[in-house]
């Protein structure tokens, strides 16, 4: 079955420090893939976005993501943390073949420390 | 900007009842999805539609079913209510996947089944 998996349940870092949330997929078909991101009583807001092109991709809020099609990774980073960047993560990878679903990962909790 | 509207933030039922969760969208999106969110297992599909009076089950339909009789509208109906339907329900609505446009979500339900 077709899987997401965000390795890191919970990460804590420092305010100024770089980030990196990992998420890695199955499957064997091209995949699209986002990262969002889900503050306390929220909805999820879309931080970026992978369809094709540059596996590189810029999103709001200073993050980034890098599409690894060899290790079916799509990791999320931020050099310099703010603390209000504290929130849970999620990774989602769709199919264009599944109609328009979405497989999300568990979710990273961030949290800053001053 | 996409809105994507539930109706209640919190609500409570008793079990046995019957509830109704819904869901607005004003961005003529072919796709709407129903999703809980628990703790540690990420976002779950429960139903999804492409399409008016199209549903499709997602991974967890037991126990919901749904319905969309108008384009932007997209119900979740819980036939009789259980404790353990006690989540968060969110819902999305997108373009269909060949038009690479992410998943627009609203704020959430948070439902308590008493």
Same mark, same amino acid.
């Given at each position: 079955?077709?899987?997401?998996?965000?390795?890191?349940?919970?990460?804590?870092?420092?305010?100024?420090?770089?980030?990196? %949330?990992?998420?890695?997929?199955?499957?064997?078909?091209?995949?699209?893939?986002?990262?969002?991101?889900?503050?306390?009583?929220?909805? %999820?807001?879309?931080?970026?976005?992978?369809?094709?092109?540059?596996? %590189?991709?810029?999103?709001?809020?200073?993050?980034?993501?890098?599409?690894?099609?060899?290790?079916?990774?799509?990791?999320?980073?931020?050099?310099?943390?703010?603390?209000? +960047?504290?929130?849970?993560?999620?990774?989602?990878? &769709?199919?264009?073949?599944? &109609?328009?679903?979405?497989?999300?990962?568990?979710?990273?909790?961030?949290?800053?420390?001053? | 900007?996409?809105?994507?509207?539930?109706?209640?933030?919190?609500?409570?039922?008793?079990?046995?009842?019957?509830?109704?969760?819904?869901?607005?969208?004003?961005?003529?999106?072919?796709?709407?999805?129903?999703?809980?969110?628990?703790?540690?297992?990420?976002?779950?599909?429960?139903?999804?539609?492409? +399409?008016?009076?199209?549903?499709?089950? &997602? +991974?967890?339909?037991?126990?919901?079913?749904?319905?969309?009789?108008?384009?932007?509208?997209?119900? %979740?109906?819980?036939?009789?209510?259980?404790?353990?339907?006690?989540?968060?329900?969110?819902?999305?609505?997108?373009?269909?996947?060949?038009?690479?446009?992410?998943?627009?979500? &609203?704020?959430?339900?948070?439902?308590?089944?008493?």
């Amino acid at each position: 079955a077709q899987s997401v998996t965000q390795p890191d349940i919970h990460i804590t870092v420092s305010e100024g420090a770089s980030l990196e %949330l990992r998420c890695n997929y199955s499957y064997g078909a091209t995949p699209y893939l986002f990262w969002y991101v889900q503050s306390p009583g929220q909805g %999820l807001q879309l931080l970026l976005k992978y369809f094709s092109g540059d596996t %590189l991709v810029q999103g709001i809020k200073g993050f980034e993501a890098e599409f690894k099609r060899s290790q079916s990774s799509f990791n999320l980073r931020k050099p310099s943390v703010h603390w209000s +960047d504290a929130a849970e993560y999620f990774c989602a990878v &769709g199919f264009y073949n599944q &109609g328009g679903k979405l497989i999300f990962g568990q979710g990273t909790e961030l949290s800053v420390k001053p | 900007d996409v809105k994507v509207t539930q109706s209640s933030r919190y609500l409570v039922k008793r079990t046995g009842e019957k509830v109704f969760l819904e869901c607005v969208q004003d961005m003529d999106h072919e796709n709407m999805f129903w999703y809980r969110q628990d703790p540690g297992l990420g976002l779950r599909l429960i139903y999804f539609s492409y +399409d008016v009076k199209m549903k499709e089950k &997602g +991974d967890i339909p037991e126990g919901y079913s749904v319905s969309r009789e108008k384009k932007e509208r997209f119900s %979740l109906i819980l036939e009789s209510a259980s404790t353990n339907q006690t989540s968060m329900y969110l819902c999305a609505s997108s373009r269909p996947p060949g038009q690479n446009q992410p998943q627009h979500f &609203g704020d959430g339900t948070r439902l308590s089944i008493l």
